[in-house]
């Protein structure tokens, strides 16, 4: 692909450079559908970002685009706080009916803020107000957020550098394989809950990811997942499940932690709950531990409209037969898992190894620097994918739930290509 020189001028004169995301995908982005984006010159990218998970429907799906233009052109309510509207109303009706029941789920619905890390954050305050205790365990190489409760609770040493203040009142736990199999599955931690004289004071909460995706898309086994429900069960902790990026369907099922067969104490939702890249994050719990006073965690875009009628749009749309989703989901992965079991026995020497569960995979590198590269050719080649890992050393595929085999068989092969491309 030949890429003109693009106008950034604006960007890097007036925008801080804090910016990150513009800078691997030098051009100016100016429309986008499907599985599909397009810059201001017409070049066109094969996108298997899907806007960090925000995007699990494509971009401007033409079902959740014609909800919202329907809901907007006849003035319905788009700033809300927590007000009801008839919009949140077919939200949790919808969600109660098509995700909750069939689950056999008891949540209640929380709507702390508009993004991830403000779900993140109630999920924290909530398990120290029920628990009366401050500490939190987390796991190596999580990622929570970048709000300062997250950051307490994620284990990247570069964002939580970057809150300038001590991150207190978090403790890491080796997450599963991060000591290889050489120590049995949570004996430091239980030993150290057992131990008068560990110096960990009594968690209130343990917050995990089942699949880590900044960490490197870690995949932890469900079995080490009913095993982390049943310390938390027998040391009197809250279980937090962040399914924030791993939810709404990406790993197959709607919940990541469904395939472990486990219910979490609290789960944090976000990023595609609304399903059109509108901010919407949740904040779900069992009901026992609505304890909360009226107004005592709030924000004034908790009640964004726009998101909850593309948010029930999406769930009627594409959850009605969850089933169909899943089983689409598992397929595509599987195109996708024979894709880089091919790639990893070509470059044997180059790959560590590859992971994933449904759509979310990752490829290590043993060259850190790699990773990078071989995203920065796949631009070039017009396909969009990111890196991942503590060193970035790791290639993550993202794509849409809802792509093409043939969309997925084309990305897969530029992807082979830049590796090649990059050895």
Not at 349 to 354: G, H
Not at 373 to 389: C, K, N, P, Y
Request: proline share 4%; with cysteine; glycine share 10%.
């Amino acid at each position: 692909m030949t890429i003109t020189q693009p106008d950034l001028s604006v960007f890097e004169t007036l925008e801080s450079e804090v910016r990150s995301y513009c800078r691997g995908w030098p051009t100016v982005f100016d429309r986008a559908q499907g599985s599909r984006m397009y810059d201001e010159d017409g070049h066109e990218y094969l996108d298997f970002f899907a806007g960090a998970g925000s995007l699990n429907y494509g971009h401007n799906n033409p079902v959740l685009k014609r909800a919202l233009l329907d809901y907007l052109e006849r003035d319905g309510v788009t700033h809300g706080l927590d007000m009801s509207t008839t919009a949140k109303r077919a939200f949790l009706e919808s969600f109660q009916n098509l995700i909750l029941r069939p689950r056999d789920l008891p949540y209640k619905v929380m709507f702390p803020g508009p993004t991830g890390t403000n779900a993140v954050e109630s999920a924290l305050k909530l398990a120290r107000k029920v628990k009366g205790r401050e500490a939190i365990v987390s796991f190596t190489n999580a990622f929570h957020g970048m709000s300062l409760g997250s950051l307490a609770v994620t284990g990247n040493a570069f964002k939580r550098a970057g809150a300038g203040i001590p991150l207190v009142h978090g403790t890491p736990m080796p997450f599963d394989h991060y000591l290889d199999g050489k120590v049995p599955d949570f004996l430091w931690f239980e030993r150290l809950l057992e131990d008068q004289g560990s110096g960990l004071n009594k968690p209130a909460a343990v917050i995990v990811e089942t699949v880590q995706g900044e960490g490197g898309i870690n995949v932890a086994r469900a079995e080490w997942l009913r095993a982390l429900q049943d310390l938390c069960h027998r040391q009197d902790m809250l279980l937090i499940v962040d399914d924030i990026q791993m939810g709404c369907g990406r790993t197959g099922a709607f919940f990541s932690f469904e395939e472990a067969g486990i219910t979490p104490d609290i789960v944090t939702v976000s990023k595609s709950i609304s399903g059109y890249g509108l901010p919407m994050a949740l904040t779900l719990f069992k009901p026992e531990l609505d304890v909360w006073e009226p107004g005592e965690h709030n924000g004034t875009f908790r009640g964004n409209n726009p998101a909850f009628v593309t948010a029930a749009a999406a769930l009627q749309t594409y959850w009605t037969d969850g089933s169909a989703m899943e089983k689409q989901t598992r397929a595509r992965g599987e195109q996708v898992e024979q894709t880089l079991v091919a790639l990893v026995d070509e470059h044997r020497a180059d790959i560590v190894e590859y992971r994933g569960r449904g759509l979310v995979w990752g490829i290590e590198f043993r060259d850190k620097e790699r990773a990078g590269l071989v995203a920065r050719r796949a631009f070039e080649l017009g396909l969009l994918i990111e890196t991942s890992g503590p060193q970035g050393e790791v290639v993550k595929l993202l794509p849409a739930l809802t792509i093409t085999a043939e969309e997925l068989d084309e990305g897969l092969r530029t992807l082979t290509r830049a590796v090649r491309e990059t050895a």
